[in-house]
């Protein structure tokens, strides 16, 4: 907030984070926008989302449409997954046993009809892209190199931001961090071989 303020006043460089709700300004809406997300009460939230587009989300949200299986996973993670209205048939696919519950299927990973989207950055882009009214929001989880940037955003969008950072610091740097200190010694032919399908 301070430094976008000391950007309005010319007092330091601007950057793209100073521009909070990214509508090419940097002004005293963006100081609003910053000060609501700061005590959790913005009404809509503008980000980058993967494939690079600038996205905004109304809030809360309440009704979740889920592409992947991986975005199923981490929805479950964040323990958002009662906001999941539809899934695709992938969706069923993997994780029908898991689920405990009817959702209706919302057609194809490439062909669905829902209120908000979460998907791969690759599937929104080049097969859904101003084919379906209402925001999408394209975030990848199938690697864990892009997690630490896309899982924050989606607890920005589903308010779980204290879920996060308890899973980044009870769970994932934990384990993350006993894997690489049991395999640093050992070459790259002596380390286990892993296969996640």
Same mark, same amino acid.
């Not at 740097?173 to 993350?176: R, S």
């Given at each position: 907030?301070?430094f #976008?303020?000391?950007?309005i006043?010319?007092l ?8 909070a709700?990214?509508? +090419?300004k ?5 100081? #609003?926008?910053?000060?609501l ?8 939230l503008?980000f ?6 600038i996205?905004?989300v ?9 592409l992947? @299986? ?15 209205v539809?899934i695709?048939?992938?969706v ?7 689920i +405990? ?10 062909n669905?009809? @829902?209120?908000?989207v979460? +998907?791969?950055g690759?599937?929104?882009?080049t097969?859904l892209e101003g084919k ?5 929001v394209?975030l +990848? ?14 607890g920005y969008?589903?308010? &779980?931001?204290d ?8 769970f994932h740097?934990?384990?993350?961090n006993?894997i &690489? ?8 032919d ?5 296969y996640?399908?």
């Open positions: 907030m301070i #976008t303020e000391r950007v006043l010319g330091d460089a601007s950057t793209s984070l100073a521009d709700n990214y509508d +090419g940097i002004n005293m809406q963006d100081v #609003t926008q910053l000060e997300i700061i005590l959790g009460r913005e009404s809509v503008t980058i989302d993967s494939a690079d587009r996205v905004t109304n809030k809360p949200v309440k009704r979740v449409v889920i992947s @299986p991986d975005e199923y996973q981490v929805l479950r993670v964040l323990g958002a997954d009662d906001k999941i539809g695709t048939a992938e069923e696919r993997d994780w029908d046993w898991l +405990g519950e009817e959702i209706p299927l919302v057609g194809t990973r490439y669905p009809e @829902p209120d908000l979460i +998907g791969e690759c599937t929104i882009e097969k379906i009214p209402g925001p999408m394209a +990848g989880f199938a690697s864990i190199e892009i997690l630490d940037d896309e899982l924050p955003k989606l969008i589903l308010s &779980k931001q879920v996060v950072e308890d899973y980044f610091s009870n740097d934990k384990y993350v006993m &690489k200190a049991r395999i640093t010694a050992l070459p790259d002596e380390r286990p071989k892993v996640v399908g």
